[in-house]
Antibody
């Protein structure tokens, strides 16, 4: 089945842009009506949804992060990416990419997850 | 403060049955939107346990089951095993806040 792997810098300076990539293997990112998502977990805290990109290309973001987030797909590389602008120490977290299961928003869940990547925001 | 409320912790002895509750509102669980459950061991990828309220993905033991009623949902684990010790999260859709909402997570301790 599909596997996901996050990659990117583990350290980002405050005010800069956090950029992460999720590589999809054992499957094509553009096959089927799949949607893709990013989720994070602050140290010692619960899961926080960041956003997802629908198979149509439409994007939906957590309202609390919407002004700083962009999720995009690069089909030629079988990857999707996350950009989070103007980061602060509050963005320090483990970032997970995930495949979205379900057909409608009300059914959406995350059926395949990457291992996660720890990103620290610090000067 | 999470939109979906879970108990911070539950515990049980090997072989016992435990349940984890997930309480929402009329804009999420109570509106009929599906509830999903994840198992998360620190340092690993979260694992989907239950989707669509009651459905188990292939490979998930039938010791895990989900239910939903009104504005709440529950995850039940029977025949508790030491490897079940993990954090458990519920997730749903909310029509007024965010398309995806998670519970705060419940730490299961196997005594």
């Amino acid at each position: 089945q599909v596997q996901l792997q996050e990659s990117g810098p583990g350290l980002v300076k405050p005010s800069q842009t956090l950029s992460l990539t999720c590589t999809v293997s054992r499957g094509s990112i553009s096959s089927g009506d799949f949607s893709w998502s990013w989720i994070r977990q602050h140290p010692g805290k619960g899961l926080e949804w960041i956003g997802y990109i629908y198979y149509t290309g439409s994007t939906y973001y957590n309202p609390s992060l919407k002004s700083r987030v962009t999720i995009s797909v690069d089909s030629s590389k079988n990857q999707f990416s996350l950009k989070l602008r103007s980061v602060t120490t509050a963005d320090t977290a483990v970032y997970y990419c995930a495949k979205v299961g379900g057909l409608t928003f009300g059914e959406f869940h995350f059926d395949i997850w990457g291992q996660g990547i720890m990103v620290t925001v610090s000067s | 403060q999470s939109v979906l409320t879970q108990p911070p912790s539950v515990s049980g002895a090997p072989g016992q049955r435990v349940t984890i509750s997930c309480t929402g509102s009329i804009s999420n669980i109570g509106a009929g939107f599906d509830v999903h459950w994840y198992q998360h061991l620190p340092g690993t990828a979260p694992k989907l346990l239950i989707f669509g309220n009651t459905n188990r993905p292939s490979g998930v033991p039938d010791r895990f089951s989900g239910s939903k009623s009104g504005t709440s949902a529950s995850l039940a684990i029977t025949g508790l095993q030491p490897e079940d010790e993990a954090d458990y999260y519920c997730q749903s859709y909310d029509s007024s806040l965010s398309p995806v909402v998670f519970g705060g997570g419940t730490k299961l301790t196997v005594l």
